[in-house]
């Protein structure tokens, strides 16, 4: 089993819609979750970090952290053509070790 | 700031050939790594240093060196290239192990 697991997608919304994107983990220690997004042949790019359980926010995207269901969630409020990448998600027990990577959703807004 | 910058962009290598992928950042981070991204695999550690003077393996070591001279500089040694080391390669630093800023990437493919 795969310690982190992520729907690969791909998905293709409306401009405007709102976007959920998931992520579920097997380890229960783990502490730290991001969010990258990763334009085509570029490198990754942190959106969100955050500890523990609960929400955090910042513009128009919502990082939700259950750690009782051991599922991450990542929402994209009023969705926009510029957000087409894949997004990622990644976790790990520590700020010293090392964070395992779910394989990315490829989402896709269409104007 | 560059932040983090590779090179080369692009290699192709023969089968058994050596190279270095180098790496550089210019935030003054204690930590650096090495990813390799492939597709359905996400992305794995490789290589990682909390310091110059100190690497240590992440999830897929073998094939790959590494040495950390300088803050700045850390560069990936393949010993000798196998079509199995076909990938794109993500270099990374950060204050943290769980908070990396990655670089543009190596698409390295080996014959």
């Known amino acids: 089993q795969k310690e982190v697991e992520q729907d690969p997608g791909p998905l293709s919304v409306p401009e405007g819609a709102i976007v959920s994107l998931n992520c579920t983990y097997s380890?229960?220690?783990?502490?730290?979750f991001m969010w990258y997004r990763q334009y085509s042949r570029k490198g990754p790019e942190l959106l969100m970090y955050?500890?523990?359980?609960g929400n955090k926010e910042d513009g128009r995207f919502t990082a939700q952290v259950d750690k009782s269901s051991k599922y991450i969630s990542l929402f994209i409020r009023d969705s926009q053509p510029s957000d087409s990448a894949t997004y990622l998600c990644?976790?790990?027990?520590?700020?010293?070790?090392?964070?395992?990577f779910g394989t990315g959703t490829s989402l896709t807004v269409i104007p | 700031n560059a932040g983090v910058t590779q090179t080369p962009k692009f290699q192709v290598l023969k089968t058994g050939q050596s190279m270095t992928l180098q790496c550089a950042q210019d935030?003054?981070?204690?930590?650096m790594s090495w990813y390799r991204q492939d597709p359905g695999m996400g992305l794995r550690l490789i290589h990682y240093?909390?310091?110059?003077?100190?690497?240590d393996q992440g999830e897929v070591p073998n094939g790959y060196n590494v040495s950390r001279s300088t803050t700045e500089d850390f560069p990936l040694r393949l010993l000798s290239a196998a079509p199995s080391q076909t990938s794109v390669y993500f270099c990374?630093?950060?204050?943290?192990?769980?908070?990396?800023?990655f670089g543009p990437g190596t698409r390295l493919t080996v014959l």
């Open positions: 955050t500890y523990s359980s």
């Open positions: 990374a630093s950060g204050r943290a192990l769980n908070e990396q800023f």
């Open positions: 240093s909390v310091g110059a003077g100190i690497t």
């Open positions: 990644a976790m790990s027990v520590d700020t010293g070790n090392q964070f395992y």
């Open positions: 380890n229960s220690a783990f502490q730290y």
């Open positions: 935030m003054n981070h204690e930590y």
